[in-house]
């Protein structure tokens, strides 16, 4: 272990000392009430992965870890002092107690397992660079189990990655129950997989399911921000509802790639009838205070041949078809706003944008490199980056080698570490408007959780870096010293990961 003790992402301050502690289990954990459910889930957590089973309850173990509520800390900042006679973690609130207690995670996960837990004295002080720490899985192109889910949501708040944008409808598949709109699932969530003749694939998850999954993210203080994808990616909306298209159809599931042509009509009011009770939903399903619309990719050709588009152009008095998508966005944001919610799309959203301007509290999500990201914050917006352009596009191979998984494009763990959401070309007004940066996984061709496993680790550890780390203290050559043993904590939670080059 070297004096940063290996930790990833790398904290803002660690002092260590020559002395160790040592005990033969996970000791006693003690603190208020404020801090329970922490407590109960690191215990959870460490019986699943290191079997210290007894955890807390043999008599020789009499060394404490005591959690101590210090209002005096920020938000999501935590100290730890790791001392020989026991362990002293202060936080002025249940997240900063829990990435407290994730960063003990990690020292446990990789001190030996024989001689029970030998950890180096130290004193560790630690809070984040920026509140939007995210990656978004695309459970739409692949229908990803909600086990698999869980075990991802669990190893990213290990890195304190806090927001898990849920892609839950696309072409290929509408994964999000509407009471209101049943075909949406009923049709919409099952395509027809050409490549393996008449199988249909596909599924959706259950309210159940999705409760079950937003309170197990909670209680790890992840957020989950849904994503429904509006007008354009919604072949598996008209497949079930043929009416809410220009044409009328017929259409079908999407198997196969790509952007499709056919969006939803413009002209017609149904389509706000449907966002409506969508809306409803993920207000009832989500607590998180955002919703992620999509926005990406439209084509405007349906639009611009569409009688009732075209009565639409009139009606609002904007000259060019491709001018209705923002004024859907400003519709569908404020029907957001109405019911306490704030929208974020893709940074399409901006364009042709200046008949009908975003609300301000609209954030864009920067994907398309970092310009749409720039152009938002000049207007005002609060941003979100994810360029595909800096690493943080894990569907883009680890690597330039043929026989890497992914789409032919690459996305090295040097690049995801190296973007900065706030680079020094920002004035200062504009990086105060940057919320943080995510990585993206789409699903086209990732077959199976373990190959999406593949492409999120360690991608995600270099990402988390650079979205905890102060900058002044990031170093890619340093990350790599730490990596290998952070590598052997992730193999101890069973993930699969890339092991080859990293620039
Ligand atoms: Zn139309």
């Given amino acids: 272990m070297n004096e940063k003790l290996d930790l ?71 100290t730890l002092e790791i001392r020989p006679q026991g362990l002293i973690l202060k936080a002025a609130s249940p997240a900063g107690a829990y990435h407290g207690l994730q960063s003990l995670r990690e020292l446990i996960l990789s001190s030996g397992r024989d001689d029970g837990i030998v950890l180096p004295c130290a004193e560790i002080a630690d809070y984040p660079r920026f509140p939007w720490r995210g990656f978004m899985l695309d459970c739409s192109r692949y229908f990803y189990s909600t086990e698999f889910i869980k075990k991802i949501i669990d190893a990213l708040s290990l890195h304190h990655i806090n927001v898990f944008h849920w892609h839950l409808t696309d072409d290929q598949g509408w994964r999000l129950p509407v009471q209101k709109y049943p075909l949406l699932t009923e049709i919409g969530s099952k395509r027809l997989e050409y490549r393996y003749r008449d199988m249909y694939s596909g599924g959706f998850y259950s309210r159940e399911d999705i409760r079950d999954i937003a309170a197990y993210a909670a209680s790890r203080h992840v957020e989950i921000v849904p994503e429904v994808d509006l007008p354009g990616h919604t072949s598996s909306v008209l497949a079930a509802y043929p009416g809410l298209g220009c044409t009328g159809g017929p259409y079908r599931v999407e198997d196969r790639f790509g952007i499709c042509e056919d969006v939803l009509c413009a002209g017609n009011d149904g389509i706000f009838d449907l966002a409506d009770a969508v809306f409803d939903t993920l207000a009832e399903l989500f607590p998180s205070p955002w919703v992620h619309i999509g926005g990406d990719e439209v084509l405007f050709n349906r639009w611009d041949a569409c009688p009732k588009c075209r009565k639409r152009l009139e009606e609002t008095g904007l000259t060019h078809s491709r001018e209705l998508q923002s004024w859907i966005t400003v519709k569908l944001a404020r029907m957001l706003s109405e019911r306490g919610k704030t929208a974020i799309g893709w940074d399409e959203i901006l364009e042709d944008s200046e008949q009908y301007r975003l609300p301000e509290e609209t954030a864009v999500m920067s994907w398309r490199g970092r310009a749409g990201g720039l152009a938002a914050s000049r207007l005002g917006h609060r941003v979100v980056m994810s360029p595909n352009t800096e690493g943080c596009y894990f569907d883009y191979r680890n690597y330039g080698h043929h026989e890497e998984i992914g789409r032919d494009l690459v996305s090295t763990a040097a690049q995801c570490y190296n973007m900065d959401p706030a680079g020094p070309e920002m004035t200062d007004s504009e990086a105060s408007l940057i919320l943080g940066g995510q990585a993206n996984l789409w699903s086209e061709v990732i077959y199976a959780g373990k190959i999406a496993e593949y492409m999120i680790f360690p991608r995600i550890c270099a990402l988390a870096e650079a979205l905890w780390t102060p900058r002044d203290s990031k170093n890619f050559e340093d990350f790599k010293v730490r990596l290998p043993v952070h590598q052997k904590r992730l193999e101890r939670l069973g993930l699969l990961q890339y092991r080859g080059p990293l620039e």
Avoid at 21 to 34: A, D, K, N, T
Avoid at 52 to 59: C, D, E, I, L, V
Wanted: glycine share 6%.
């Fill in 8 to 78: 990833i992402p790398l904290p803002v301050s660690v002092k260590t000392h020559d002395s160790v502690f040592r005990s033969p289990v996970l000791p006693v954990i003690e603190g208020g009430s404020v801090f329970q459910n922490e407590i109960d889930l690191f215990k959870e957590q460490l019986c699943l992965y290191t079997d210290q089973s007894g955890a807390g309850s043999r008599t020789e173990n009499s060394k404490k870890i005591t959690l101590v509520m210090d209002s005096s800390l920020a938000a999501e900042a935590y």
